[in-house]
T-cell receptor, first 113, second 110 residues
């Protein structure tokens, strides 16, 4: 499978714990995006990378959230001190260039209890 | 107000019906995407449009740049088409990240 893969698919955590998600984009894709989707809503932009550089962060990305793409390949999204409001589907997408087709992963569903 | 508005929010159709989902946007775009999301959560890209019309099997997508409007049509709908269909746009002045509509939940009844 050469698509975008995300790990884990599901994560249940207790409030206050830290969680980390991983996204492996399609190889050679320069752009990598993170989105968050709550029930019944469309995805909302969190951040994106051009290779290893994080070029933009949404105001939704509070200080408890951090994303990295250290070698310009896979990316991680960490949430510290999780809150119940963090419960959502976290989606990753990648594209070769701006304005080209984006491919999405299956998402990581986070439940904070 | 959302940058991308979709209608209807929910749609139920009988198998075989012709289906139209509409998308209007209020920002300048570099491209518009139609995406399909199944209950498991994964998103599949159906079309990317910057002008005109595209067809893939029973799916047709059109865009009118002047009117800032796009439609997704499904001919001869089938229960396996049941999913959430999301319209999303790339905007050229914000790093080409996506703005998404809230989606149209389609249920096709056999």
């Amino acid at each position: 499978d050469t698509g975008v893969s995300q790990d884990p698919r599901h994560k249940i955590t207790k409030r206050g714990q830290n969680v980390t998600f991983r996204c492996d984009p399609i190889s050679e894709h320069n752009r990598l995006y993170w989105y968050r989707q709550t029930l019944g809503q469309g995805p909302e932009f969190l951040t994106y990378f051009q290779n290893e550089a994080q070029l933009e962060k949404s105001r939704l990305l509070s200080d408890r959230f951090s994303a990295e793409r250290p070698k310009g390949s896979f990316s991680t999204l960490e949430i510290q001190r999780t809150e119940q409001g963090d419960s959502a589907m976290y989606l990753c997408a990648s594209s070769l260039l701006p304005d080209t087709e984006a491919f999405f992963g299956q998402g990581t569903r986070l439940t904070v209890v | 107000k959302n940058e991308v508005e979709q209608s209807p929010q929910n749609l139920t159709a009988q198998e075989g019906e012709f289906i139209t989902i509409n998308c209007s946007y209020s920002v300048g775009i570099s491209a518009l995407h139609w995406l399909q999301q199944h209950p498991g959560g994964g998103i599949v890209s159906l079309f990317m449009l910057s002008s005109g019309k595209k067809k893939h099997g029973r799916l047709i997508a059109t865009i009118n740049i002047q009117e800032k409007h796009s439609s997704l049509h499904i001919t001869a709908s089938h229960p396996r088409d049941s999913a959430v269909y999301i319209c999303a746009v790339n905007t050229p002045n914000t790093g080409n990240q996506f703005y998404f509509g809230t989606g149209t939940s389609l249920t096709v009844i056999p």
